[in-house]
């Protein structure tokens, strides 16, 4: 059996664990760091799925952990990512309100942005019209964010993994089974790797909960896998898109609606993702890793959050837990771009899983980024959006209030 130790072990090698092993190191506090990682490669679920979108930090709570880390965390990656010359399409970003009641929208979200320190001004028809030629102006006005920029996930998680290794982190994948041993502080790994460690990080995205229940911690906690669908514009349509395009979001739940998207290298224009709930956390294909007793669960919890309308759960789900149908993902698409025809699009292959937190005892969504303490560990349980945008400034946050107390 292979023995290693480590003063860190990082499970999952998304865009979280690597962002906090790469500040342990920048900062001088530990370079003895693992991360292991179930997949033969990283970036294959959350973080290598994302859309690519660096947000500006508009939609979230002033004063939540999401408004704090994003606009600073977005700074600090774009800086990342043009020493690297990384490809980045800096195109901004415009929010339209799809239907006139929901004009008001703009107001809060603009006082949300400034409140959070976003770069974001109101635009007026003929801006509008500049912008995005073929968008749906109901109002006469909408936002503009021209922070806002769209990178390759997977080129990110690649380099980081690079520098990672060459800094002398070792990052073991393919870990089938892993098995604790909290009395000894060590895992063993695929039955052949022990791994002893000082401090325990549980980055592992749609699967932390899972391993934080292993520790007995967040057991209140469950994530339910919501499925993101894309559809792309195909090579030859009427349309001149080079901005992403959003909708007015409802910001009771956390999902922002279908939008538009072109891709870091300007040659493909996303649409979507849904939010429908998926049948399994890896369940990116229809038949693909379907989970039916998990699935039964999940689906009765919904349904009664749907009952009881907890955080305003019945609008969602009659506004956009069926988009996975096409004519009624078409229709959504169009309250931003009328003139979009179903022959006009087609389906990417693109299909990401959120990992949705809720907490079962008081039935509620779990909005903002949570972490955990347990005993010679710490469990990240929800790191959705913003947190590949936020990835650094987030990793120094955990480190703070989290890791440093360790290595006194």
Avoid at 15 to 35: H, K, M, P, W, Y
Avoid at 65 to 75: H, M, N, P, Y
Avoid at 94 to 102: F, V
Wanted: aromatic content about 10%; overall charge positive.
């Amino acid at each position: 059996m292979n023995k290693y130790n480590c003063d860190f072990l990082i499970a999952g090698g998304g865009i979280v664990g690597l962002s906090i092993a790469f500040q342990l190191i920048e900062r001088g506090l530990s370079n003895n760091i693992i991360i292991f990682d179930k997949e033969p490669e990283l970036g294959l679920h959350s973080s290598g799925r994302n859309s690519g979108v660096l947000h500006a930090g508009i939609y979230y709570e002033p004063k939540s952990l999401k408004a704090k880390v994003c606009i600073e965390g977005a700074k600090r990656l774009k800086n990342f990512i043009d020493e690297r010359k990384i490809k980045i399409n800096k195109c901004g970003k415009l929010i339209i309100p799809q239907r006139l009641e929901l004009d008001s929208q703009l107001d809060k979200l603009f006082e949300r942005g400034k409140k959070n320190g976003a770069n974001i001004e109101f635009v007026n028809s003929f801006e509008i019209n500049k912008l995005a030629s073929n968008v749906n102006i109901t109002s006469g006005r909408g936002l503009w964010s021209p922070d806002t920029s769209v990178v390759n996930a997977l080129e990110v998680i690649r380099n980081l993994k690079l520098e990672l290794e060459e800094k002398g982190v070792k990052i073991i994948n393919s870990c089938n089974t892993w098995e604790l041993n909290k009395f000894k502080n060590e895992l063993i790994i695929n039955n052949d790797i022990n791994i002893g460690f000082l401090h325990f990080v549980n980055s592992a995205g749609l699967h932390s909960d899972e391993v934080a229940h292993k520790f007995d911690v967040g057991l209140d906690y469950r994530i339910i896998p919501f499925k993101g669908i894309y559809w792309k514009l195909k090579e030859q349509n009427p349309f001149d898109i080079n901005i992403n395009i959003y909708p007015v979001p409802d910001l009771n739940v956390p999902f922002l609606g279908v939008h538009f998207t072109p891709n870091a290298t300007k040659d493909i224009v996303n649409i979507g993702p849904t939010a429908i709930p998926a049948l399994g956390r890896e369940n990116y294909k229809v038949f693909e890793n379907i989970q039916i007793l998990d699935a039964l669960k999940n689906l009765k919890f919904l349904a009664n959050q749907y009952y009881i309308n907890k955080d305003g759960f019945r609008k969602y789900v009659n506004e956009q837990a069926f988009l996975g149908f096409p004519l009624l993902f078409l229709r959504s698409a169009q309250e931003l771009i009328p003139g979009l025809k179903y022959f006009h699009i087609e389906r990417s292959d693109k299909v990401g899983l959120r990992a949705q937190l809720f907490n079962l005892k008081k039935k509620q969504i779990i909005n903002d980024f949570l972490c955990l303490k347990g005993e010679n560990s710490t469990h990240i349980i929800n790191s959705i959006s913003p947190a590949f945008t936020a990835s650094f400034s987030f990793a120094d946050f955990v480190i703070d209030n989290y890791l440093l107390n360790c290595l006194s």
